[in-house]
Nanobody, 121 residues
Framework: VQLQASGGGLAHPGGSLRLSCVVS????????IGWFRQAPGKEREGISC????????YYADSVLDRFAISRDKDKNTVYLHLSSLKPEDTALYYC???????????????WGQGTQVTVSS
């Protein structure tokens, strides 16, 4: 099983990015995908997830109405669209796969390597 996160980079405040998580070795029909982030000196935070069965979505309050999670099952890829970015969104962003949708780290069995998002003027 592999999860490959990409799409991070430098964005200005108010800008947008799209992160991708390409999943291999398991099906999005069977596993929920979560997005987490970790800023320097802070704990890893669960920010969004999408369920395997009906594609239900969940967002943490810190990103609600600014980030959007989606998936393309044909490409076995999950996206996280980041908009209205703020400097406090700067972090290493990870995707993870697990049997149930959750923003809890322990719920996930497989993790990608992370992609850096930096928001700065």
């Amino acid at each position: 099983v592999q999860l490959q996160a990409s799409g991070g980079g430098l964005a200005h405040p108010g800008g947008s990015l799209r992160l991708s998580c390409v999943v291999s070795g398991l099906s999005l029909d069977d596993y929920a995908i979560g997005w987490f982030r970790q800023a320097p000196g802070k704990e890893r935070e669960g920010i969004s997830c999408i369920s395997s069965n009906d594609g239900s979505r969940y967002y943490a309050d810190s990103v609600l109405d600014r980030f959007a999670i989606s998936r393309d099952k044909d490409k076995n890829t999950v996206y996280l669209h980041l908009s209205s970015l703020k400097p406090e969104d700067t972090a290493l962003y990870y995707c993870a796969a697990g049997p149930t949708p959750s923003t809890t780290i322990s719920a996930y069995w497989y993790w990608g390597q992370g992609t850096q998002v930096t928001v700065s003027s």
